[in-house]
C-alpha cells in the first residue's frame, strides 16, 4: 500500500512539474525578443536546448515558491523563464568546458554547428572553431537575454521595478560571481592531485556551481509571492535555505547519474567525469577508502582524456567497488534532509507538498 502511495504522489509531482516546464517553454518560444537572434544559426543556438527535453526544476520551484507564499503563479512565469533562461547559458558554456557532445539526447550547441559546418565544407579544425565560437555567442545572447526577461514582470504585471532590480541584481551580484568561482574550481581542482582536494573543497565548489541558483530561483519566487525585497523575510530565508541545501544534493545525484545511469536516460555521455578528471565526492571517497595499489590505478584511470570504455567502465567499478557512490548517496540524502527542516516555517498548502515532493525528487530521480 505505502508503495502505491508513493508511486501515486510521484505521478502527481511529475505532472505538476511537466506543466511547469511546458509554461516556460511556451512563454520563451513566443516571446517577442526572438526576432532579434540573428543570423539564423544564432536563433537555432539559442532555442536549441529549450526545445530539448528538459526538467525545469529551477523554473519550477520559483513557480512552487512563489505559489507557496501566496502569490500567483502566473506573474512568476516571466522570472521562471529568465531563470531557465539563465541556467540555459551556463549549460552551453560548460558543455564547451566539459568537451561534452550530448545535451539532453542531442549534440550539444557546439557539436551541433561543428556538424553543420563540417557539412557546409569546413575542415574539422575550422568546424571545431566555428562550433565553440558559435556556442560562446549563443550562451552570451541567453544571459543578455535572461535578465531582459525580469522586465515582463514590470511591464506584463506591473511590479514595482524596485523589487524587479533586486531579482535582477540577485541573479547578476550574487550568483553569477559564485556560479564562475565554482565552475573555475571544478576545472582547477581537476588538475590537482586527487588525494589533495579535501571533501569539504569539493561540497564548496558543487553548492556555488549547483547549489546556489537553485538557492536563488527560490529566493526570486518566494519575493514575487510576497512582494517584498527584504531578503531576510522568514520564508523568502527559509525557502532559499530549503533549496540550497537540496542544490547540492542535486549536484551530488548529477555526478552518481553521470557514472551509473544510461546515456539514453540522461541524455548526456556515461562517464565522462572520468575522462575529464572531475573531483567529485565520488571520488574523494573511493580514494580515501582504496588500497596504495586501488589509489594508483584510480590515479591512472581518472583524468585520462584518452581512456577507452573498458577502462571507463574499469574506473567506474573501482568507484563503486570502493563505496564511493554509497557514501555519495548517503550524504545527498543527509542533504535534504537537513533541507527539510526549513519547510517547518512554510504555511501548509498544496505548494508545500509539492516542495516536499520535489527535495525527494532531486536525490531519486534516474534522469
Not at 318 to 331: H, P, S
Request: hydrophobic content about 40%; aromatic content about 10%; charged content about 30%.
Amino acid at each position: 500500500m505505502e508503495n502505491i502511495k508513493e508511486k501515486t504522489s510521484n505521478n502527481i509531482f511529475q505532472n505538476e512539474l511537466s506543466k511547469r516546464g511546458e509554461l516556460v517553454k511556451n512563454y520563451l518560444l513566443n516571446h517577442h525578443f526572438r526576432k532579434l537572434f540573428k543570423p539564423k544559426d544564432i536563433f537555432e543556438g539559442v532555442y536549441s536546448y529549450p526545445t530539448s527535453k528538459g526538467k525545469s526544476l529551477r523554473a519550477a520551484i520559483l513557480l512552487f515558491s512563489c505559489g507557496a507564499t501566496g502569490g500567483q503563479e502566473k506573474k512568476a512565469i516571466p522570472a521562471a523563464a529568465a531563470v531557465e533562461m539563465y541556467h540555459t547559458w551556463t549549460l552551453v558554456h560548460d558543455d564547451i568546458i566539459d568537451n561534452d557532445n550530448l545535451r539532453r539526447g542531442k549534440p550539444t550547441v557546439h557539436r551541433q554547428f561543428l556538424n553543420k559546418a563540417l557539412k557546409q565544407g569546413y575542415s574539422l579544425k575550422e568546424a571545431e572553431e566555428y562550433g565553440k565560437n558559435i556556442a560562446i555567442l549563443v550562451g552570451d545572447i541567453q544571459h543578455a537575454w535572461s535578465i531582459s526577461l525580469f522586465n515582463d514582470l514590470y511591464s506584463k504585471y506591473n511590479f514595482d521595478p524596485a523589487l524587479v532590480l533586486k531579482l535582477i541584481n540577485e541573479l547578476e551580484r550574487v550568483v553569477s560571481p559564485l556560479l564562475i568561482e565554482g565552475e573555475t574550481l571544478d576545472v582547477q581542482y581537476s588538475k590537482e592531485e586527487i588525494g589533495k582536494v579535501t571533501k569539504e573543497q569539493i561540497i564548496d565548489m558543487s553548492a556555488k556551481k549547483t547549489g546556489e541558483l537553485y538557492s536563488s530561483s527560490a529566493k526570486i519566487g518566494a519575493m514575487i509571492g510576497l512582494k517584498n525585497t527584504n531578503e531576510k523575510h522568514p520564508l523568502i530565508l527559509a525557502i532559499s535555505k530549503f533549496c540550497f541545501n537540496c542544490g547540492v544534493a542535486f549536484q551530488l545525484q548529477d555526478d552518481i547519474l553521470g557514472l551509473i545511469s544510461k546515456e539514453k536516460r540522461i541524455g548526456k555521455p556515461v562517464g565522462s567525469d572520468i575522462r575529464e578528471g572531475k573531483r567529485t565526492t565520488i571520488v574523494w571517497y573511493a580514494y580515501k577508502n582504496a588500497s596504495r595499489g586501488q589509489k594508483n590505478k584510480l590515479l591512472k584511470l581518472i583524468g585520462n582524456k584518452k581512456a577507452t570504455r573498458e577502462e571507463i567502465r574499469e574506473a567506474i567499478n573501482l568507484l563503486v567497488y570502493l563505496n564511493g557512490i554509497e557514501e555519495t548517496k548517503k550524504l545527498a540524502l543527509n542533504y535534504i534532509k537537513k533541507a527539510k527542516r526549513f519547510l517547518k516555517a512554510i504555511p501548509e498548502s498544496s505548494y508545500k507538498r509539492l516542495l516536499e515532493f520535489w527535495a525527494d525528487f532531486m536525490v531519486s530521480r534516474e534522469f
